[in-house]
């Protein structure tokens, strides 16, 4: 199985327009609104990491009534999780099972832009399917595939490049193996707690962000 590449990071916080404004100051561009995740109790803003990645600021939409538990939403911002692009995700699945990580059930999402466009992926439940399942940070991505929805990279802010990503862990060797089964490739040294760090080429200069 090839090596899967970065799809999108995602950045959890309990005040979606705060940690929107709160970005643009220090990477030097405005997220943009994305929408909303009907049924889910969220919704989220987006700026481009140039190509086809991008970074997705994800926080509760009080408009709905399901919420989501608050522990997963953080008052300071954090980066939570990322995922993987998976075009053949059920083959990706399948091959990550037989290597003894499961990735979690596929499942079927959509959401519409501000401009009334719908966008339609499917993503694996495991590592949290995007927020993690108990306020965690995962360093073992989730997979997704677009089909034939534009890519969400392609209509949002850009100016900013993701130069690299890696994690930290207290025991790498903890989830080097799951990262193996993915066929991903993630550098995870020791630290304190589990940690994401993305190194980003901004108008402001290169920043990290965790």
């Given amino acids: 199985m090839s090596e899967l590449t970065v799809d999108h990071l995602v950045y959890v916080t309990a005040d979606l327009e705060a940690a929107s404004a709160a970005l643009e100051a220090l990477l030097g561009v405005r997220p943009a609104g994305g929408g909303s995740h009907v049924g889910r109790g969220t919704r989220n803003t987006l700026l481009s990491l140039g190509g086809d990645v991008y970074l997705e600021l994800l926080g509760p939409d009080p408009e709905q009534e399901v919420q989501q538990p608050a522990s997963r939403f953080p008052e300071r911002g954090l980066l939570r999780t990322w995922a993987v692009k998976a075009p053949e995700i059920e083959a990706t699945v399948a091959t990550a099972r037989s290597r003894g990580y499961d990735p979690g059930d596929v499942n079927d999402m959509s959401r519409a832009r501000p401009d009334g466009v719908l966008l339609e992926w499917r993503l694996t439940s495991g590592s949290g399917g995007g927020l993690g399942s108990g306020g965690e ?23 900013c490049t993701l130069v690299s990503l890696r994690g930290e862990h207290p025991d790498p060797s903890a989830v080097t193996p799951s990262l193996a089964a993915l066929g991903v490739e993630l550098e995870v040294g020791v630290g304190s707690a589990p940690t994401l760090v993305a190194t980003i080429d901004t108008p402001n200069g290169v920043v990290e962000l965790r």
């Fill in 137 to 159: 940070v995962g360093l073992v991505p989730f997979l997704i595939d677009w089909g034939e929805t534009e890519h969400p990279a392609l209509s949002t802010p850009g100016g």
